[in-house]
């Protein structure tokens, strides 16, 4: 499937951001005990806002497109025949893995659609708790360590998909799929 071209600068954007963002969270150091707040806090303050931007036009345009994944394919937890697809992909992807057969897992799957929807959730989910501990750092610290508390578990799952998102790109590239190559052609395929 050839993707539209803006949701290729909206996918490369995006994954710069949750990239950016979860290198810099390794260099931070936040207000403590009358201590300012680093150069690298700041940066990550300001890439989360950017961060969550990004990720709601992600979503926006995940609604409002007419090619690529449909949204329902992002979410397909509420329909009982696309929860099928989605079980019968991952029982078949984890037969063709277990055969080492790369090439027989689809890109474009049930299963690969509703793993991205997955992604963006966790991504939303980080980005919008990391504003509600900004929003609530001066004037509730209880609401604000609630959600400094869920941002950092979120993050985790955010780590978790990008790893995984990033390894099963290069499998399906390597199985002969071209996903790198088309979500991102840069040269002749």
């Given at each position: ?26 260099f ?45 394919r ?22 063709a893995?277990l ?13 690969s ?7 963006l ?29 869920t ?14 998102h990033a ?9 002969g ?13």
């Open positions: 499937m050839k993707k539209n071209i803006w949701t290729r600068l909206l996918h490369a954007a995006l994954a710069l951001a949750v990239i950016h963002q979860l290198v810099i969270s390794n931070m150091q936040a207000p403590l005990d009358g201590k300012p707040e680093n150069f690298a806090f700041e940066l990550h303050e300001t890439g989360g806002l950017i961060s969550l931007g990004l990720v709601t036009l992600f979503w926006l345009w995940a609604l409002l497109r007419k090619a690529d994944t449909p949204l329902a992002l979410v397909p937890w509420f329909h009982r025949d696309r929860r099928i697809a989605v079980f019968h992909d991952a029982r078949d992807a984890l037969r893995a055969r080492l057969d790369l090439g027989a897992i689809p890109a474009d799957s049930a299963l659609s509703a793993v991205h929807g997955l992604g959730m966790a991504v939303l989910g980080a980005a919008a708790t990391g504003a509600g501990w900004l929003v609530f750092e001066e004037s509730n610290k209880d609401v604000a360590e609630a959600f400094a508390e941002h950092e578990a979120v993050t985790t799952l955010v780590w978790a998909y990008l790893i995984g390894s099963m790109a290069v499998l399906h590239e390597l199985g799929h071209a996903v790198l190559r088309r979500m991102f052609p840069f040269g002749r395929h």
